[in-house]
């Protein structure tokens, strides 16, 4: 996995990786943006959404059906997400690992 960086400021925006025969397009805590069938293509994507992309409303399943949250809180190694389609004070939360974000959130499309 490699680290995609603004080069204006050097922010952290996401990351790529290679996955069978293209390239992921990751989320900061590893959430899956797109596949592309080159790494440059990916590190546009993230470039381009990856930050933007933690204000939309996610796909969580907790085991069951998936239901729409936000995101409240990233990092490469964990997010926190509001169980709901709003985040708002007293809302349900839930923090997920990178490798659980990775299974059990999805971008809503």
Known sequence: MF???RVDDGELCGHVREFADSWQALTVF???LA???TRS????CVLDCGLSSLAEHWLYSNGGEWQVVCIQEASPQSVR???DY????????AT???DEASERLRLST
Do not use: C, D, K, N
């Not at 293509?41 to 546009?44: D, F, I, L, V, Y």
């Open 3 to 5: 680290e995609v960086r």
């Open 30 to 32: 590893g959430g899956v």
């Open 35 to 37: 596949q592309f069938a």
């Open 41 to 44: 293509e990916a590190e546009t």
């Open 81 to 83: 997400i509001a169980l």
């Open 86 to 93: 709003y985040s708002m004070p007293g809302v349900a939360t």
């Open 96 to 98: 997920l690992t990178r």
